[in-house]
């Protein structure tokens, strides 16, 4: 199953509170659990306005769908087609 990488632009992301984050990933694993197992969750990344997640789906379509229904931006949703780490050099 393809892994994606979505840009949510956030004003001020890296200022919410745990408290706040933990509200957005429970109405995230909400939508997950309403959608079905074909899409995942990884992880995601918070920098001062922006968060960045990982996702496996099988489509851009679905990831959309889920940023709709959760009421989340999906600015930028890009396909990873390699990963690459230091191993990646010897």
């Known amino acids: ?3 994606y990488v979505i840009e949510r632009n956030i ?3 890296g200022s919410l509170t745990p408290q706040e984050l933990q509200g957005i990933s429970q109405k995230s694993c909400g939508v997950l ?3 079905g197992p074909q899409i995942q969750w990884l992880e995601s990344y918070v920098t001062d306005d922006k968060v960045y997640c ?3 789906a099988p489509d851009e379509a679905t990831l959309r ?3 709709e229904k959760g009421g989340f931006p999906a600015d930028r949703i890009s396909q990873v087609k ?3 780490d230091p191993t990646t050099a010897e």
């Open 11 to 13: 004003p001020g992301a």
């Open 65 to 67: 769908t889920h940023a």
């Open 82 to 84: 390699t990963v690459i």
């Open 33 to 35: 659990r309403e959608m």
């Open 1 to 3: 199953m393809p892994k």
């Open 54 to 56: 990982v996702y496996i």
